[in-house]
């Protein structure tokens, strides 16, 4: 699999990240060591969870199945040094209130810290844009874990660009650390103006230009839009849904007859390639989708195709 640098971090990681929010929650144990196993066998070292994951699957789960999954992992394959973790503090679970309060931060990191097993977390984000939190505060708690070498950098996820742009002041004007990389929704077709996803922020044009610009990296979650490029069972999200999609869809079809790819491969191709290049999420609930998206890294798309997809529009 191929490496890229984290913003502007020294952290190497793999240009697929392991989306593992349904650990433990609705895959087995042994469906999410399986999953575990192959990536790093593909070449990949970069692991997605957070605090809160997946409290909402049933009434047994109640956030941390993930994490603790991949405790249980890295201590049966013995892979701590193997793998770049990320995990996120924010959103609310049973027992924990929504928020980036400096307690919040150090209580959650601890629990996190505890339910993997580790002593150090590489990569942790404010899941939230928490607004009735102080940014001083957040980021100071962020930038004393650091010290402590609890954490190694920090990630900010929806957050609007001017919040990302307020942060990178307030951590500039202190000395602390900066948030090096967003992660937000994103896929290749766009939601249409107006669009609402409640606590989901999803990458718009002004995101992708502060990527650009600043060099921090940007994560792609919902990169597959749930599975709805290719499964015929389900419907593209509303907000989705319009001429901009249809036309896109049209140029998808075009490239992926051309290259000889499934709708899937294209998309998670472009998100890699494209201006800002993404790291997307691969979340696979069977082994020939996790197949499939694998698959993405051996297509070679010419410049005119990748134009193509990129300009594609109503
Ligand atoms: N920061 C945030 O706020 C945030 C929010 C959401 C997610 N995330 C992260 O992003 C990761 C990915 O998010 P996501 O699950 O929403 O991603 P997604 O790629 O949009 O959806 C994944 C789902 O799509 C289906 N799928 C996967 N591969 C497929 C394939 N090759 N063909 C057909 N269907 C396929 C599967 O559903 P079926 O089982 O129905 O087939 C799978 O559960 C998560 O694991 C998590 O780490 C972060």
């Known amino acids: 699999m191929n490496m890229i640098k984290l913003g502007n971090t020294d952290l190497s990681v793999s240009t697929l990240c392991l989306g593992c929010l349904y650990f433990l929650a609705r895959e087995t144990r042994e469906d999410s060591f399986r999953r575990l196993d192959q990536y790093l066998d593909a070449g990949g070292n970069f692991l997605d969870t957070a605090n809160m994951y997946s409290h909402w699957i049933n009434e047994t789960t109640r956030g941390g199945e993930s ?113 090096c990389c967003v992660q937000q929704r994103y896929s290749y077709l766009r939601p249409k103006a107006g669009w609402d996803f409640g606590e989901q922020v999803a990458a718009n044009d002004d995101l992708l230009e502060y990527v650009k610009d600043t060099g921090i990296s940007l994560l792609a979650y919902s990169p597959l839009l749930y599975g709805t490029y290719t499964d015929r069972t389900k419907t593209v999200m509303e907000q989705y849904q319009g001429p901009d999609s249809d036309a896109r869809l049209k140029v998808l079809d075009e490239v992926a007859s051309e290259a000889g790819a499934t709708r899937n491969q294209v998309v998670y191709y472009w998100l890699m390639n494209a201006e800002p290049n993404a790291i997307p999420l691969v979340a696979s609930t069977t082994d020939e989708q996790f197949a499939e998206a694998l698959g993405a890294m051996n297509l070679r798309l010419t410049d005119e195709q990748m134009k193509r997809l990129t300009e594609a529009k109503a």
């Open 67 to 179: 994490e603790t999954l991949i405790g249980e992992w890295l201590k049966a394959r013995n892979s701590r040094s193997k793998v770049v973790i990320a995990s996120k503090v924010g959103f609310p679970y049973p027992g924990v209130p929504y928020g980036t309060s400096a307690r919040q931060i150090r209580e959650e990191c601890d629990k996190s810290l505890k339910r993997m097993g580790v002593d150090h977390i590489d990569l942790y984000y404010a899941h939230s844009d928490d607004r009735t939190t102080p940014m001083e505060e957040t980021l100071g708690a962020f930038n004393d874990l650091i010290l402590e070498g609890k954490i190694g950098h920090i990630g900010a996820s929806n957050f609007s660009s001017w919040r990302l742009e307020r942060a990178r002041q307030t951590s500039r004007a202190n000395g602390w650390a900066e948030y």
